[in-house]
């Protein structure tokens, strides 16, 4: 198939932005959306131009690297896909493909479709971890969890910190990231002594970087590994938690 | 040519690691603050290692070329991590472990190595359940477990089909504790692009960041490469885009010796190439080899969809050959048995490039239920990737490069040949042989990591204690510099005709056809003519275009893909000095009547290290002998 795209070119950080238009000609619709990117990439070098810069790794899913709008969505127009596992006969012949980076002021862009997302290692930072030594561990099975609870961590883990959420977001809100690895630790017994802390540091170092959230829903559309927003319920009721306890010890 | 000394501590095996830990010196905790080691890499190895060493109070750096330390490739990791638990009471012990892994390393891995590997198995499982890392469980709350490859117990802790991805997220959410605690300095976006080597001990390291192009150099006590390994050489395989040996090549090309370069393992279970423009190869987990069934059509001429084959015209090849492991005999083995399937034209698929891997039988035995909780995340990524529902056609799946045992050559404590330079997890060559088992990547990078590193560099440190610090101020950190500075004008004022993914797609052609699933001395000799012939023209006529001030993959790449053409000769060097048969090296030369590996444990018990002598058409050859004291030497039967 051919197909004619819209790319967002930017040289740098405080460069000014601007779409280029390219033909991508002889599209296999067996080849992922990144191999055509590539071989547009091949196509620009060979005529002496710069290609587009885009983050992409491990090409299966998982890593959370890549991350484009396409056509406005982000990660494109499959549910539950990232952009590299998005292939190309999810298109037309004909079709025009707008291409942008994450748009959202809490991931500034570096150059062209590349964007800088180090706010959610941030967050991270803040507390979303448990604080285990190594080799102060009790035996595995010491620890017995209902299944129900793991299945629903398991769900919350299951993020891949791409930032399709904030992307999606009118608000350019982080809740879904933020409620996913705070519910992951916070519904585990491992996770309880420092609960409350950890969402209360969490939560705000997440509001310094993003938007705020009101409930427009789109970051679960976006995301590809289908993160529930009922998290961020779950993560609001922890933080109300927090605050009144933090009030009684006062 | 020289002997190499692994410095295994004497006595008995179960006891050499607690009784060297007793006997190595030790770095107190008010002295650690005074050290500083540089960790290359936050994979499960490097991150797991940058946070122990922040525990302990070293001071550390860690470098990551990712935008995120999250992101490293240890993530894409399905099935799961191997540990000698015996939860499930199915006769699993250390000593099992230890035993399956230097059997399915087809007698080529260090025995005391391997032994601590399955000692340390349980700690890691206790450490990763204390962080949260939410492995798969029973109703009754305990921990789940599955069969992998080559084992005939259950020992396989998973979480879903992202083990990986929730360990090295454990491993990264420790390191983050620490970031925060200000024990370890992390550097995103930076690559590692030279080690310095002063009066023979590693210092530091030379690095890019690849937004700025900004060249910086970084002294240290100590300098850890957690770089993973190198199945790129290949072009196609199933590692990330950015995976290559760099970091382990510079370290080589300064002095430390490579181990085993051509020991790579090829998996079974990945989905068969499409087309030309195909940019990697995606794997299937092996665990999908518990409850599908491989097969093949017994008719050459078959035109049925395999729905409407009948058992009796089906050929299950793995059950046939091996019916004793069956479908789960270990990846060498079940790879080259599809391989043979395919070249005498057995393939299924549009280019008759694949294998079936079947899950109709399981499905009416288990029900769909248990399928899509056991399996529902593969099932849902193969889809996406080819169009097709394995619920109700089968699989098509095909072997592809997916982890290299050879790496770095270290001794007992990870140290390779530059005193200073250590080298963990998949860069480095020791635990796995000629063949790793399935979930035992993840175990070895976070044995390293956790447990073996920390403890062994205090040993390195100790009698450093007090002495003068090299910094950033020596001539040999300027040279570095100024070195990667001419290597990247060098790429950028060549201006040929060609990309640097040309000339990577056909490097990795030839590595494939030569120095891949089957090895021949005609072929290798083949490959050592044509790899020099195809880097002279790269050097000559690669075109990298804009500058080394700013975010350039371009240039990135053809760093790396210079690195893979010297690498890529040496693998077929020591493919071709292997003569014999053993684990994923499989030399046709070297065969029995029915087409099995032949091992010569008289000639080549050896692990092969190789010297840079400055020409990479010469390196010179070193030796470890490999003594089995407490595994008896045997062919290996799945039978």
Known sequence: ?250 | MTVLDARVPEGPIETKWDDHRFAMKLVSPANKRKFSVIVVGTGLAGASAAATMGELGYNVKAFTFHDSARRAHSIAAQGGINAAKNYHGDGDSVHRLFHDTVKGGDFRSREANVHRLAEVSNNIIDQCVAQGVPFAREYGGLLDNRSFGGAQVSRTFYARGQTGQQLLLGAYQSLSAQVKAKTVELFNNTEMLDIVVVDGRAVGIVTRHLHTGEITSHAADAVVLATGGYSNVYYLSTNAMACNTSAIWRAHRKGAMFANPSFTQIHPTALPNSDELQSKLTLMSESLRNDGRIWVPKDLDEKRGPADIPDEDRDYFLERRYPAFGNLAPRDIASRAAKERVDAGYGVGPLKNGVYLDFSEATERLGRDVIEEKYGNLFEMYERITGENPYEVPMRIYPAPHYTMGGLWVDYELQTTIPGLFAIGEANFSDHGANRLGASALMQGLSDGYFVLPATIGNYLAPMLGKPKVDTSAPEFAEAERAVHEQNERFLSTNGTRTVDHYHRELGRIVWDYCGMERSREGLEKALSEIPALRTEFEANVRVLGSADTLNSSLEKAGRVADFFELAELMCRDALAREESCGGHFRVEYQTEDGEALRNDDEFAHVTAWEWSGDPSNPIEHREELRYESVQLATRSYK
């Open chain 1, 1 to 250: 198939m051919n197909l004619t795209l819209r790319v967002w070119r930017q040289a740098g950080p405080t460069a000014p932005g601007r779409f280029e238009t390219y033909e991508a000609k002889g599209v296999s619709e067996d080849s992922s959306f990144l191999e055509m990117l590539d071989t547009v990439n091949e196509g620009l070098i060979g005529a002496g131009h710069e290609p587009i810069e885009f983050m992409h790794d491990c090409r299966e899913g998982i890593c959370g690297t890549c991350a484009l709008m396409i056509n406005g969505q982000a990660h494109g127009p499959a549910e539950r896909t990232t952009t590299c596992q998005l292939h190309m006969r999810t298109f037309s012949d004909g079709d025009e493909i707008i291409v942008e980076p994450w748009r959202a002021a809490g991931f500034p862009i570096v150059k062209d479709l590349v964007v800088d997302r180090s706010a959610f290692d941030r967050i991270i930072e803040s507390g979303g971890y448990v604080s285990v030594a190594t080799g102060s561990a009790q035996d595995a099975n010491l620890i017995p969890i209902a299944k129900d609870s793991a299945d629903i961590a398991m769900d919350a883990a299951a993020c891949i910190g791409c930032g399709a959420c904030v992307a999606a977001c009118p608000n350019g809100a982080g809740q879904l990231f933020t409620a996913a690895k705070l519910m992951h630790l916070n519904s585990l017994p491992q996770g309880q002594p420092e609960r409350y802390e950890r969402t209360v540091a969490m939560v705000e170092v997440m509001e310094e970087h993003f938007g705020s959230c009101t409930n427009y829903g789109e970051c679960e559309a976006a995301c590809p590994k289908g993160i529930s927003v009922d998290f961020i319920a779950a993560m609001n009721r922890d933080y109300r938690k927090a605050l009144s306890r933090n009030r009684r010890s006062a």
